[in-house]
């Protein structure tokens, strides 16, 4: 079961996620990280880049970010090498050469999945994974019905999420049909799993993705599981939690050599 950390608001659950990545990264320099897009990282990235402002040094931290759109240049604001470069790689001070972001090309896409999953085990595999959640229970872009112990390929990004991120380009008909995204298996193979969500919209999904049945109608929850997922939720995020009392008396009472 995955452990539910509850905490006022996003900002508690950045400081307390970047803490321990950066603990992490003091252990182990070369630690592999999974790293997300999307609106509810942002907290994170920013804590993480204080903790680099005070003297936390990430250079030889290896990033797999989780998808990436098909179609879209690199260097198109709203792809994901782009976000990614703007988000991890520079505030954080990441070696470019060691962030790596699914190859959305039209060409050579048959083989995309192939060679990044040749990629993150070369490397050893990802140690922290970080993801958020979508209204529809998807992670990366492993919408409702996709396969538990599926590898990253190509996906048909649905209407909603494609509604969903239009937010990010002019209209929804530029945001694109096609994804090239890391599969569930791919990430239930993460050492540890670190999901974030914050506000009164995820606080249903999020109560079916960890207190409902494990079903690929919720894709997430998948993550039941796994050996080492940590959600950390704000107080809205969890206001539909059955068992909130008890993540909280949990927490307050675990013993601190544990960690996250």
Known sequence: MAEIIIVPTPADAAALVADHIAGQVERDPELVLGVATGSSPLPLYAALRERREAGADFSRVTAFALDEYVGLPPEHPQSYHAVI????????????ARVHVPDGAVEGLETAGERYEALIEAAGGVDIQIVGIGASGHIGFNEPGSGFLSRTRVKTLVRQTRIDNARFFDSVDEVPLHCVTQGLGTIMRARHIVMLAFGSGKA?????????????????????????????????????????????????????????
Request: charged share 20%; aromatic share 8%.
């Open 204 to 260: 249903d999904i999020v109560a079916r993705a960890f207190e409902g049945p494990v079903t690929s109608s919720v894709p997430a929850s998948v993550l039941q599981g796994h050996p080492h997922v940590t959600a950390v939720l704000d107080e809205e995020a969890a206001s539909s939690l059955r068992f909130a009392d008890y993540y909280r008396e949990a927490f307050e009472n675990k013993p601190s050599w544990q960690g996250l």
């Open 85 to 96: 470069h703007r988000e991890v790689t520079v505030p954080l001070g990441l070696d470019p």
